[in-house]
């Protein structure tokens, strides 16, 4: 795209991009990052997504320093950390995973935690970390089968999708809706008009989805 710098999403979340492109920025590429998303014994929510975020930035970097059309381009990326207290829940992965963790959300308070980092054109990393408090209804064993026959929370933090089905489990939510899909829209956008990037570039011939 002609007109302004290049943006490279060091994501391979639906999720993130669509988000973005609500936010009227098509990304140039994609470069997802390869790391180890296991938290480090004894390490706090806040502190796990703020190193993941920085690690997948710094991958990102170094696939973007090899690519001549890439080079100088804006690099964003993001890491999503769901806690009960000091506790990480997993990515979940397996049915036996997802039904685990949603048998602690049940009913509870539990806050998810989105740590983005920011690589300039001229290489240096700004990062920010939104929290959201989120309060589940009491689910039952019902509920908590018939969600994971839905698939939806594959992959997911914490074994849930807000955006779908589990929609319907928030009780009560205190801060960015956006941040527990996976990106906070404010705070992104903010971060990118701050170092120059023109957010509103995309908005003229956007189109209601």
Avoid at 17 to 44: F, H, Y
Avoid at 104 to 118: E, K, M, P, Q
Avoid at 192 to 197: I, P, S, T, Y
Wanted: charged share 25%; net charge positive; aromatic share 6%.
């Amino acid at each position: 795209m002609l007109g302004r710098p290049k943006f490279v999403l060091a994501s391979g979340s639906p999720r993130r991009l669509s988000l973005l492109n609500q936010a009227g920025i098509d990304p140039d590429a994609l470069r997802p990052a390869d790391v180890d998303e296991t938290p480090k014994r004894g390490e706090l929510p806040r502190a796990c997504a703020n190193r993941l975020a920085r690690a997948k930035a710094d991958a990102a970097l170094k696939s973007v320093q090899l690519d001549d059309e890439l080079r100088g381009a804006f690099i964003l990326s993001a890491d999503t950390v769901v806690a009960v207290g000091r506790r990480i829940l997993p990515k979940a992965n397996l049915v036996d995973e997802a039904a685990q963790c949603l048998r602690l959300l049940s009913g509870r308070n539990h806050r998810v935690y989105t740590a983005i980092t920011l690589v300039t054109p001229r290489e240096a990393f700004r990062q920010r970390l939104v929290e959201t408090r989120v309060r589940f209804k009491r689910l039952s064993e019902d509920d908590i089968q018939a969600y994971i026959g839905s698939g939806e929370w594959r992959g997911k933090a914490g074994g849930y999708a807000v955006q779908g089905i589990a929609g319907s489990f928030v009780v009560k939510m205190v801060g960015s809706y956006t941040n527990v899909v996976g990106l906070p829209l404010y705070e992104t956008t903010t971060l990118l008009g701050g170092e120059g990037f023109p957010i509103r570039f995309g908005w003229l011939n956007a189109t209601a989805v």
